[in-house]
Structure formats: C-alpha cells, structure tokens
C-alpha cells in the first residue's frame, strides 16, 4: 500500500518553541488539484516511499486540500531588512509549514509555499503562481544537483484558481522541504522587540537541533555566528563560481544554515556581465552579481547585531564593547573566508593544484569584457584540456572578439596543465564545469508550455539538471548557447 504523508514521522520540532513563534493555522483550499511534479530523492529523504505521489490524498495535502490528522499547521514570524532598509515584521505570509518529520538521524521541516493567507500575509494574497512555482522547484533541484546547499522541492501541485498578479495567471504549491527554514529574519525579529528570551530559545533551539557540537562550547552564541559566517561564505562562493545570482538578498531570505533560500527572480548568467541585476525591480543594483559577497557580508553583520544581546546579556558597558570588538573581528573574516572558498571553487573548475588568484582574475576580466557564455566557457575549457585539439580551442576562441586576450590566457594557463596528465585533469574539472544549467530561456520554455497544460519541459528539465555535470546526450539541446532573445527576458518580483 502507499505511504500516506500522514504516517510519516511526524515530530513536534520548531513548534516546542512556543506560541511567540508561529500561528497555528490551515491552508486555504484550492478549487481543485490538477496534478503534481515530484521529486523522488527527496521523497526517499523523508521516508517516502516509490509510488507515493499516485495516491491523490497525498497531492490534495501538498496542494493544501486535505490537511493532517492531528498535526497543527503553523506560519512563522520573522522580520528583516529589505533593499538595505529595516522593513519590520514580515513573516511566513504564504507558506504554511506542516510540520517537521524525522527519517533516521534526520530531520526535515515540510512547508507548503502558495497554501493561502496567513497572519502575515500583508497586502499580499497568500498565493503563488504557476510560472513562479516552476521556477523555484526546477531550481531547487537544479541546485541540488550541482550540490549547491539548498532548500530542496518535494512537489509542485497546481490548480486552475486564478490569481491575479500583472495578468491573471493560475495558483501553485511548492511543497519544500530543508532541515530548518530559519532565517536571520527570525533572529532580527526577536531582537528588535527586544523579546531577548524568545531570542535565546531560538538560538538555543538552533544551535541543540542543528549546530548540537556547540553546545559545549564557552561562548555558544558567538561559536553559531562564527559557524553561519563560515557557512554562508562557503555558499555564496560556490554561486559566485556557478554564475548564480539570487536577486533579492534581504536578511529575510538569509537561511541560518547557509542554505540557497527563496527563489525569486533568480538567474544563472548567460553572457558575463559582472554588474548583471537579475531582478528588475533592483535599478541601483544592490544584488548584482559582483555584489552578492558584500551583501552576504551586510546580512551578516545584521545578524551580528540581532546576536549581541546572546553574546553580552546585561548592561555592563565594558563588556558590550569587548564582545563587539571580537564580533567585528569575525566579520572581518568574512572577506577573506569568501575569497578563500571562492579560489578554491575557481581552482577545482580550472583543474589546479593550487589557487592562481591572478589568473583567476584576468579570465573573469576576458570573460566579462568578450560577454562570453559563463557556463559554455568553462564546459568548453574542459574539451580544450582534454584533447589540445584545434577543434576545441577553436571553440572557445570563437566565444571572444579580443583573440589576443584569450590567446594569452589560455597559453599561461595551458602551460600550468601537465599534458601527461590532462585527461584526468579533464575528467575531474567535468565534475566542477556543468553543462548543464537552469538557463532562463529554458525556464520561460518550460512555463509556457505548462501554462497551455504541456509539463513534458518541466519533467525533462527536472531530470536533466539533477545530474547537471553528465554528459546526458539525450539533453545536448539543453546545453547550447542561448538565443538571441533569451538577453531580453527580464523577471520580475512578481510571483
Ligand atoms: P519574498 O521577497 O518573496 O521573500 O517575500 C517577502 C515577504 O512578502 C515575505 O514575508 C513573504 O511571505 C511575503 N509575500 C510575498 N508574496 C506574498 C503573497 N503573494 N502573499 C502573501 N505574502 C507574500
Ligand atoms: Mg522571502
């Protein structure tokens, strides 16, 4: 017999916090559930097993239709700092968790994005639409795939509800599903009502289900911000050298546990351009790409402050200064932390033995001057060390108008690449080179089509990238550069 959502594990998990934390609350019925996209790997993560998604109880759950026996569903309070503006409270406004399940010595909470109005809905509507939805599963596991710390997509169910955002598009359900969607939002809350007991208990709770080896420690407060300073280096990092730009860095989409959080106007770079701005509503370009480390860095220092009543409770004035001296310190780190981890990424895709921070430099400069395809460049590269065969360097050299740049580059770099060596050396950097990524036009492909009741894009897209480092014939198309028109599709923080 299938497994029912409602025989899993069930534990009572961020709701032993307490009622400061969250509303308890039920999703809001959709008129109807036309069907779902799964993913199986996490559905195995969670103790779901093979077949589980054809029982039509488990999609009108994930849908929000049917609810659990038992289980309170809950949305959370958090605030946050928005474009680099304190926004207030914000909150779970259309995500509705179900609760936290365990699977062996794991745990997942489960949290239904587009599942109605909560106490924190605002203005807004509580919905989500087809288009965005697709956005958010495919890339949830496109990341997953490039093993990119991620928020993962257990189901997109959709409906025929309208909901009206620029046009009138159709409502859907993102079932996500991450060991903790906590945020520095959460943190920043607590904070700023100076609720420093709650504060406590959420760093307490954080630290006792997700950083339990610092318990132990002296100063468990400040070791969990030098751990999430460390962690989210370590992610934005691996986006910088992915070509990954989130678009809507607010401390509200900053995961506590370094995960890839909130997938909104989200893009991966065509063309390199490092002042690339993926979201249209950012004219200054506060999230750029190239910017995306520095505001890493601004979010967690406003986690820092939302931490400082934990790491110097009380009023003693020496002290305060003395604990905000060694906060400043860590943060100082963050730079060079980033830096080390983005070497580091940049020395696995080149297929070095060790970090050439020069070198590094001068090809994203080429790279970003010539416009070339980010992604087709460095797959490319890998043939280039691979064979030395004119072919491939004609490849990549077609990819620059200053053929002296690329010319110079590639011999200071193929002169590092001992040729004895070099089909390993090319096999390895396969496994750090996609050739296979979320592409926005392939994106906007695959919503149109669904849009018109066609998902065939959406499933080949969803299989293709959860192994995005393959060669996967069948998907070559998937690979190519982008047409021409895919420069113009601009996303919007409509969703
Ligand atoms: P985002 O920029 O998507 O991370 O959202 C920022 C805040 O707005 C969060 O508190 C969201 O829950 C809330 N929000 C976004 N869209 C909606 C919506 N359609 N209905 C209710 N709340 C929303
Ligand atoms: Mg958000």
């Given at each position: 017999m299938t497994k029912s959502?409602?025989?899993?594990?069930?534990?009572e998990g961020f709701l032993n916090l307490g009622s400061a934390f969250f509303t308890p609350l039920k999703p809001t019925p959709l008129p109807d559930c036309l069907g779902g996209v799964v993913s199986q790997s996490v559905a195995k993560s969670i103790g779901l097993s093979s077949g589980?998604?054809?029982?039509q109880h488990n999609l009108e759950v994930l849908t929000g239709n049917a609810h659990l026996e038992n289980r309170p569903a809950y949305a959370t309070v958090y605030s946050g700092h928005q474009f680099g503006v304190w926004a207030g409270q914000l909150g779970d406004g259309r995500a509705i968790h179900l609760g936290t399940v365990q699977n062996g010595d794991e745990s997942y909470e489960i949290q239904l994005k587009g599942a109605g109005k909560t106490p924190y809905s605002r203005m807004g509507d509580g919905r989500a639409v087809l288009r965005s939805s697709i956005r958010e599963f495919l890339c949830s596991e496109a990341m997953a795939g490039l093993s990119i710390p991620t928020t993962r997509a257990l189901a997109l169910t959709h409906s025929s509800a309208p909901v009206v955002r620029e046009k009138v598009e159709t409502a859907a359900v993102v079932t996500r599903v991450a060991p903790s969607f906590i945020r520095f939002g959460h943190f920043e809350h607590f904070a700023s009502n100076q609720q420093y007991e709650d504060l406590k208990s959420l760093a307490d709770f954080v630290i006792e289900n997700h950083?339990?080896?610092?318990?132990?420690?002296?100063?468990p407060y400040l070791a969990l911000l030098e751990e999430v300073i460390a962690k989210n280096a370590a992610l934005v990092a691996k986006w910088q050298a992915v070509g990954f730009c989130h678009g809507v860095l607010n401390t509200d989409n900053m995961s506590i546990l370094g995960l890839t959080l909130d997938y909104g106007p989200f893009s991966f770079i065509d063309?390199?351009?490092?002042?690339?701005?993926?979201?249209?509503?950012d004219s200054a370009g506060r999230y750029s790409y190239l910017n995306q480390p520095n505001v890493f860095h601004w979010n967690l220092v406003r986690l820092a402050e939302a931490l400082l009543p934990l790491i110097a409770?009380?009023?003693d004035e020496a002290l305060i200064d003395a604990k905000v001296e060694q906060l400043k310190e860590l943060l100082f780190q963050f730079p060079h932390q980033y830096e080390h981890f983005y070497q580091e990424e940049m020395r696995l895709k080149l297929g070095?033995?060790?970090?050439?921070n020069a070198l590094v430099e001068e090809l994203v400069l080429l790279l970003d001057h010539n416009r070339v395809d980010y992604t087709f460049f460095f797959r490319s590269l890998c043939d280039v060390v691979d064979t030395a065969s004119i072919a491939a360097i004609s490849v990549i050299k077609d990819?620059?108008?200053?053929q002296l740049g690329v010319d110079l580059w590639l011999q200071k770099y193929l002169a590092m690449i001992p040729s004895e060596k070099a089909k390993v050396i090319a096999a390895q950097m396969r496994r750090h080179n996609p050739k296979y990524i979320l592409r926005q036009y392939l994106a906007q492909k695959a919503i149109e089509n669904a849009e018109n009741g066609d998902f065939g894009l959406v499933h080949q897209l969803h299989e293709c990238l959860?192994?995005?480092?393959?060669?996967q014939l069948e998907f070559s198309e998937f690979a190519k550069l982008p047409p021409e028109?895919?420069?113009q599709i601009s996303v919007s923080c409509s969703s």
């Amino acid at each position: 017999m299938t497994k029912s959502i409602d025989s899993l594990a069930w534990q009572e998990g961020f709701l032993n916090l307490g009622s400061a934390f969250f509303t308890p609350l039920k999703p809001t019925p959709l008129p109807d559930c036309l069907g779902g996209v799964v993913s199986q790997s996490v559905a195995k993560s969670i103790g779901l097993s093979s077949g589980w998604e054809l029982d039509q109880h488990n999609l009108e759950v994930l849908t929000g239709n049917a609810h659990l026996e038992n289980r309170p569903a809950y949305a959370t309070v958090y605030s946050g700092h928005q474009f680099g503006v304190w926004a207030g409270q914000l909150g779970d406004g259309r995500a509705i968790h179900l609760g936290t399940v365990q699977n062996g010595d794991e745990s997942y909470e489960i949290q239904l994005k587009g599942a109605g109005k909560t106490p924190y809905s605002r203005m807004g509507d509580g919905r989500a639409v087809l288009r965005s939805s697709i956005r958010e599963f495919l890339c949830s596991e496109a990341m997953a795939g490039l093993s990119i710390p991620t928020t993962r997509a257990l189901a997109l169910t959709h409906s025929s509800a309208p909901v009206v955002r620029e046009k009138v598009e159709t409502a859907a359900v993102v079932t996500r599903v991450a060991p903790s969607f906590i945020r520095f939002g959460h943190f920043e809350h607590f904070a700023s009502n100076q609720q420093y007991e709650d504060l406590k208990s959420l760093a307490d709770f954080v630290i006792e289900n997700h950083y339990s080896h610092l318990q132990d420690s002296e100063e468990p407060y400040l070791a969990l911000l030098e751990e999430v300073i460390a962690k989210n280096a370590a992610l934005v990092a691996k986006w910088q050298a992915v070509g990954f730009c989130h678009g809507v860095l607010n401390t509200d989409n900053m995961s506590i546990l370094g995960l890839t959080l909130d997938y909104g106007p989200f893009s991966f770079i065509d063309a390199t351009d490092l002042k690339y701005i993926c979201n249209h509503s950012d004219s200054a370009g506060r999230y750029s790409y190239l910017n995306q480390p520095n505001v890493f860095h601004w979010n967690l220092v406003r986690l820092a402050e939302a931490l400082l009543p934990l790491i110097a409770p009380g009023q003693d004035e020496a002290l305060i200064d003395a604990k905000v001296e060694q906060l400043k310190e860590l943060l100082f780190q963050f730079p060079h932390q980033y830096e080390h981890f983005y070497q580091e990424e940049m020395r696995l895709k080149l297929g070095l033995t060790q970090s050439e921070n020069a070198l590094v430099e001068e090809l994203v400069l080429l790279l970003d001057h010539n416009r070339v395809d980010y992604t087709f460049f460095f797959r490319s590269l890998c043939d280039v060390v691979d064979t030395a065969s004119i072919a491939a360097i004609s490849v990549i050299k077609d990819l620059f108008l200053d053929q002296l740049g690329v010319d110079l580059w590639l011999q200071k770099y193929l002169a590092m690449i001992p040729s004895e060596k070099a089909k390993v050396i090319a096999a390895q950097m396969r496994r750090h080179n996609p050739k296979y990524i979320l592409r926005q036009y392939l994106a906007q492909k695959a919503i149109e089509n669904a849009e018109n009741g066609d998902f065939g894009l959406v499933h080949q897209l969803h299989e293709c990238l959860q192994k995005p480092y393959d060669e996967q014939l069948e998907f070559s198309e998937f690979a190519k550069l982008p047409p021409e028109w895919a420069s113009q599709i601009s996303v919007s923080c409509s969703s």
